[in-house]
C-alpha cells in the first residue's frame, strides 16, 4: 500500500509515548483536563505553543479561515496532513487540519466548519477577536498524501476537509520546483453544500497551475442555480465517473459519515479495496471524557509495569481504565483513534490474545515510529479473555527492549 513507502524517517512524526511522559499516576478524575505543558513538551516532536490570532476570514456562512501565529524563535515543525489540538481560554480543546504545507510567517492556517450548536466552533464564529490568544498542541496525526502517489489516486474532501489535502498539494507543488515529477493525473473531488461552502477555489487554482495533473471536480449537495456543478453527495460523482476502482487509491478527508459511504459504496459498486482508503476523519464532539465503565460488566485485572495491579471491565477500551485508575496517558484525540498518542507495550505473552491492529492503529504505530509489541491502548477492548492483561511503558521507538 502507498503509506507502506512513505519514508516515516521524517523528525516531523509525532511520537509521544507512554515512556516521555513517564508514567505517572494523577487524581482519579483527569477527564477534561488539557495536558500539562510540561507533560507535551516532554515528548520528542510535538509541542504546547501559545498562538495569537492574527487573521479572521469569514469565508462562507458556515466556513472560517484563521491564520494563528506562534512566537518568533520558536520552531514547529509537522508534515502537510497533520493536525493541531486547538486549545481555548476555557481549557476546551479541538483538533483542526494545518491547512498550509510550512508555516509562512510562523502562521498556520486552519480552516473551521461551525458545527451546528457546536460548542467551540461557536464560539470562534461569534466571540474570536484578532490578537486573541490561544494555546495548540501538536502536531498529530499521520494522514498524508505521499510525493510518489500514482496517478490512480483519488482526493475526496467533504467540506473544510479540504484543509490537510491543500496542505498536501503545496507540498507536491513545491517538490516540483525540486524536480520531483508532479505532472501525473491526480482526480480531487471536493463536496460542499452549496457555492460558497467551495470557500477556496483561488488557491486551488493557483495550485492547479503549478500541479497541471490537477483534476479537480467540485460537488455541490444540491447542485446549482447554473448547473455548471455536480449535483449529490461526493462519492457518487466518484461511483459515476470510475467503472472501476480495484487499484485505486483513495485519500479522503471530512465527516465521518462521507467517509463512510465513500468506503462502502466504492467497494460494493465497483470493486474499491477499502484498505486502499487513506481517512483523515474529522469525528465531532467534545474530547478527552471518559466514559463511564460500561454497567454491570465483569472486572478484568491488569498489571502494570509488573508492579502496578488495577481493574477495568469488560467492554471498555483499555485507555478509560487506565485513565480511571489514573494514570497520565495523554491520549489528545480523546480515544478516537487519530492520534497516537495513548500508546502502551503489551508483554509478549499476551500479545496474541489480543486482535491483530485494524489498518488505522496499524498506520498510527507505524507512522509515530512504535516498536514489536506496541499498541494504541484505546483501540484495545477489554474482554474476559484479557485478565491478567501485562502492560509496560514502552520506550519511546523502542518497542521489546534489546
Ligand atoms: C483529526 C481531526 C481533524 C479535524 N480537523 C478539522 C478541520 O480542519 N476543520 C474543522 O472544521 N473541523 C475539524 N475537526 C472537527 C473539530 O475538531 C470539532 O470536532 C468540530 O469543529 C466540532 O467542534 P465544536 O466544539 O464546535 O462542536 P461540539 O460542541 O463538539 O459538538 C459537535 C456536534 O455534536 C453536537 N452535540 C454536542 N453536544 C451534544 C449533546 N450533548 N447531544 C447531542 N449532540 C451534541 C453539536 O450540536 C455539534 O453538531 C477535526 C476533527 C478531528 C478528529
Ligand atoms: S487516544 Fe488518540 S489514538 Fe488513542
Known amino acids: 500500500m502507498l503509506m507502506e513507502r512513505f519514508d516515516r524517517a521524517s523528525d516531523h512524526a509525532t511520537s509521544v509515548t507512554l515512556s516521555a511522559l513517564s508514567l505517572q499516576r494523577q487524581g482519579p478524575d483527569h477527564a477534561g483536563a488539557v495536558p500539562s505543558s510540561d507533560a507535551m513538551n516532554r515528548s520528542s516532536s510535538t509541542k504546547r505553543l501559545e498562538v495569537t490570532l492574527v487573521a479572521l476570514r469569514r469565508a462562507s456562512k458556515r466556513t472560517m479561515v484563521l491564520r494563528l501565529r506562534f512566537a518568533d524563535g520558536e520552531v514547529f515543525k509537522y508534515r502537510p496532513g497533520q493536525f493541531i489540538g486547538l486549545v481555548a481560554p476555557d481549557g476546551r480543546q479541538r483538533f483542526f487540519s494545518i491547512a498550509n504545507a510550512d508555516p509562512v510567517h510562523n502562521e498556520l492556517e486552519l480552516h473551521v466548519n461551525r458545527s451546528p450548536g457546536g460548542a467551540f466552533t461557536g464560539m470562534l464564529f461569534d466571540k474570536a477577536q484578532i490578537s486573541d490568544r490561544f494555546w495548540m498542541e501538536g502536531p498529530f496525526g499521520d494522514f498524508t498524501i505521499p510525493p510518489e502517489a500514482s496517478s490512480r489516486t483519488i482526493l475526496v474532501a467533504g467540506g473544510t476537509g479540504f484543509a490537510p489535502i491543500r496542505a498536501c498539494l503545496e507540498q507536491m507543488a513545491a517538490n516540483r520546483l525540486t524536480g520531483m515529477q508532479t505532472s501525473r493525473t491526480i482526480h480531487l473531488y471536493w463536496g460542499a453544500r452549496s457555492r460558497e ?21 467540485p460537488v455541490l449537495d444540491q447542485g446549482d442555480s447554473d448547473c455548471s456543478v455536480r449535483a449529490g453527495f461526493v462519492h457518487r460523482a466518484i461511483i459515476e465517473d470510475f467503472d472501476d476502482l480495484s487499484e485505486y487509491d483513495i485519500y479522503a478527508c471530512g465527516a465521518p459519515a462521507m467517509i463512510e459511504a465513500l468506503s462502502r459504496d466504492c ?31 465483569a472486572p478484568v485485572a491488569l498489571l502494570l509495569d509488573q508492579a502496578s495491579a488495577m481493574e477495568g471491565v469488560q467492554g471498555e477500551a483499555l485507555l478509560f ?39 488505522q492503529e496499524a498506520r ?39
Open 364 to 402: 498510527l504505530l507505524k507512522f509515530t515510529g512504535a516498536g514489536e509489541g506496541d499498541r494504541l491502548s484505546c483501540q484495545i477492548l477489554l474482554t474476559a479473555d484479557l485478565s491478567g492483561l501485562e502492560l509496560q511503558a514502552c520506550t519511546e521507538n523502542e518497542g521489546d527492549k534489546q
Open 267 to 297: 467497494a460494493a459498486e465497483r470493486g474499491f479495496d477499502p484498505s486502499r482508503l487513506i481517512a483523515d476523519i474529522f469525528t465531532a464532539g467534545p474530547d478527552r471524557e471518559n466514559p463511564p465503565p460500561p454497567a454491570s460488566s
Open 197 to 217: 461552502d467551495l470557500y477556496d477555489v483561488a488557491s486551488l487554482k493557483a495550485l492547479s497551475e503549478r500541479l497541471p495533473g490537477l483534476r479537480f471536480i
Open 321 to 359: 481504565a487506565l485513565k480511571r485508575a489514573g494514570i497520565a496517558l495523554p491520549a489528545v484525540c480523546g480515544g478516537k483513534g487519530a492520534c497516537g498518542t495513548c500508546r502502551i507495550h503489551v508483554a509478549p505473552q499476551w500479545r496474541s490474545r489480543l486482535a491483530e491492529p485494524a489498518k
